[in-house]
Nanobody, 120 residues
């Protein structure tokens, strides 16, 4: 059973960089054909896909967030990390990490989500 757990600060100031880590257990992030993803849900809105890092280490980001987003990984810890720079209050959301088994936003395992608020 694969489990994912998000961690990171719940409050970030405007213009700073949001950084969240997803720790994966029960499966390796280097196993082929899986895409380790970040998704967010702003208050009162739907889910928004942020990006992923593939088992190969390649990354792909939402075009609307690409200029501010970086996803990296630490294979020794079986973790992957989201960094979102120059945040504004519009980046306030519940952030989820998840495993995509198709590369086409089909998720089979999710973390519980973590609230991040952007406020001074």
């Amino acid at each position: 059973q694969v489990q994912l757990q998000e961690s990171g600060p719940g409050l970030v100031k405007p213009s700073q960089t949001l950084s969240l880590t997803c720790t994966v257990s029960g499966g390796s992030i280097t196993t082929n054909y899986y895409y380790w993803s970040w998704i967010r849900q702003p208050p009162g809105k739907g889910l928004e896909w942020v990006g992923y890092i593939a088992a190969s280490g390649s990354t792909y980001y939402s075009p609307s967030l690409k200029s501010r987003t970086s996803i990296s990984r630490d294979t020794s810890k079986n973790q992957f990390t989201l960094q979102l720079s120059s945040v504004t209050p519009e980046d306030t959301a519940v952030y989820y990490c998840a495993r995509d088994f198709s590369g086409d936003v089909c998720f089979d395992y999710w973390g519980q989500g973590t609230q991040v608020t952007v406020s001074s």
